[in-house]
């Protein structure tokens, strides 16, 4: 009897710290750590059109580049437990980018509103019709009245 109630026992303090791990791996804020590298690349959303052509100077943008973009915010939403920020350039036409915000960044979030500039640092994923960032972290904002 007491063989099984101390299997029991470890039983249940196994199951707890592997319950306390997995609560500190998926409730820790995602910090990708390259907040002070530097960019591949640091442009204007204007401007990003120009890198998805053969021949540019600078070359094609490629996937996992980290790259800083500035534009004007055109949405911010929280579907998910994530947010995402859309940028647009100075006419409603040109591309827009889709930035997959990193944890940890509300404050700096509920600040901005439709039309701030902002600039924000993300790992590029592609392009279609839009360019997508993720893990982005905002480097610089602009608020307007």
Known sequence: MKKITTRY??????????????????DRPDDYGYSNDRPFLSISIDSIGNYFKPNTEIGPLEPEHLVEIEGRIKEINAHNHRNTI???????????AIC???????????????????????????????????HCKITHYNLHE
């Open 100 to 134: 997959d915000m990193q944890t940890g960044q509300e404050k700096e979030l509920e600040q901005l509103r439709e039309n701030d500039t902002v600039k924000v640092k993300g790992v590029f994923k592609g392009y279609l019709k839009d360019a997508v960032f993720l």
């Open 86 to 96: 859309l940028l647009k350039g100075s006419e409603d036409a040109s591309p827009y």
């Open 9 to 26: 026992g470890i039983g249940v303090l196994l199951a707890g710290v592997a319950g306390l791990f997995v609560w500190w791996y998926v």
